[in-house]
């Protein structure tokens, strides 16, 4: 994909799925909330209608086209990436966001039951709240995706 257009796919990615993300989210939480006693029937029912859509989006990934790459045989290696010297504050950013995203990830599925439990949210509220993300990053992405890679750099540098 050209770099010049790659921010306004994911644009226009985000405004695809951002809305209809959201929707089905929370007619999942009242999915939870409202339907059956048999708490096992109302997951298998959630998990099996989010199985269908991975694999509907599985059928349209294979109809996209792919160009295929050329043979080009690179020797990249992490640890001298990391050392090397004109790179060496982003291998520092490089280490610290996967820091983070490892230690977010580790501690995610515990907030889920801190909320339900300890905070008493019923699965609406905990959508409701949750829904946030998926807004903020529809309201930003559309923001930064029309914003040309050049400019970006340079914000990210001050």
Request: glycine fraction near 6%.
């Amino acid at each position: 994909m050209p770099q010049d257009f790659r921010g306004r796919h994911f644009e226009f990615r985000t405004q695809i799925l951002a809305p209809t993300t959201l929707p089905f989210t929370i007619l999942g939480a009242v999915a939870l909330k409202f339907f059956s006693t048999n708490i096992f029937l109302r997951f298998a029912l959630l998990f099996g209608g989010a199985m269908a859509a991975r694999f509907s989006s599985w059928h349209f990934m294979l109809k996209a086209y792919e160009p295929p790459l050329p043979s080009v045989q690179i020797k990249f290696k992490l640890s001298n990436f990391l050392k090397e010297p004109r790179f060496a504050n982003l291998g520092k950013y490089m280490v610290f966001v996967a820091a983070i995203n490892f230690t977010v990830n580790l501690a995610a599925p515990f907030f889920a039951v801190y909320m339900l439990r300890e905070l008493g949210f019923n699965y609406v509220t905990y959508i409701v709240v949750n829904g946030g993300a998926t807004l903020g990053n529809f309201l930003s992405l559309s923001f930064w995706g029309t914003m040309p890679t050049k400019q970006v750099i340079v914000v990210c540098r001050r």
